[in-house]
């Protein structure tokens, strides 16, 4: 399993340690990626590792890896397309990426906001881009918008593919 965007590790939890011969954790800056490896050393993962690189150029084999993991990263990266072509070039034949991002509402009402707050969002997150579109070459497994509090649609989403 590869995880790109890994931070200091909040997704750990929700993986099944015991379950897993290998866990990659990619994380580009070196501030987090300390942080990555001392909160695996308190949770005792063995079989993970932290590896410095960005998602556009993973130091991992071809068809290496059963399950990619990206968490509200591909706003963050230089060039999505790229990180999501290392992906599939890490995966193996049916492998399965599965990711959620925040991404540009098709409602015009919402996305007017969105890009309204986009300039107080880019200050608040070092490159990330709300209005990040969708793409890819995966086959989409599933998709929804996550209601918020109100019961309207935000503007983040959940996905899956393969």
């Known amino acids: 399993m590869v995880e ?22 990619v994380e580009p800056e070196s501030p987090m990626a300390a942080r990555l490896r001392t909160r ?18 993973l130091p991992l084999p071809d068809a290496s890896a059963d399950f990619a993991v990206s968490t509200l990263v591909l706003c963050t990266v230089s060039d999505p397309a790229r990180a999501l072509a290392e992906l599939r070039r890490v ?15 098709q409602d015009a009402r919402v996305a ?32 929804r918008s996550a209601p918020s509090s109100t019961g309207r649609c935000r503007s983040r989403s959940r996905s899956c593919g393969r």
């Open 4 to 25: 790109i965007g890994a931070g200091t590790g909040a997704n750990l939890a929700a993986y099944p340690l015991g379950a897993i011969s290998e866990l990659v954790l």
């Open 40 to 57: 695996l050393q308190s949770v005792g993962a063995a079989q993970a590792r932290v590896v410095g690189a960005p998602a556009e150029s």
């Open 91 to 105: 995966l193996k034949p049916g492998g399965r990426l599965l990711f959620i991002e925040h991404v540009r509402s």
């Open 112 to 143: 007017r906001w969105q890009d309204r707050f986009q300039p107080a969002w880019d200050g608040l997150v070092t490159a990330a881009t709300a209005t990040a579109r969708r793409s890819s070459r995966f086959a989409p497994v599933a998709s």
